[in-house]
């Protein structure tokens, strides 16, 4: 596979984060609106008083800020290292889904038990991910 395959899940994740960006003044201002929240209830963040689900959005924005950064730091390694097979690559992807089923789960019905689920199996794929990295830029050589 040409090397910048890899990066097509990264910039997919970035979208998704992006996304996710988008959709958190889209429903603050919605809960502003419905008066359930005021424009001091975000002052130092968020106070007490706002909506789960209008913190929903916000946690699941930093949780795309947080382990994913792993995947991007390994998706640039594997690029730079022409680490970047089949294998490689399906990975990558599958680590975007889940973390897009992650988010869906979170933002909408957010069942924990669902949501811990993906993303275990996300972070599971991670690992593979690097694992596989440090195979082909350590051992085998």
Sequence with gaps: MAPSSILAPACALAGLTFLVLVLIPIVRFRAAFAGRVAAD???LGESPRVPAGVSQVNRNYMNLLEVPLLFYVASITAYLTDVTDRPIV?????YVILRGVHSLVHITYNNVFHRLTVFAAS????LIIWLRLFQHLFVRR
């Design 90 to 94: 399906i990975l990558a992807w599958s």
């Design 123 to 126: 972070n599971v794929v991670l």
């Design 41 to 43: 209830d975000f002052k």
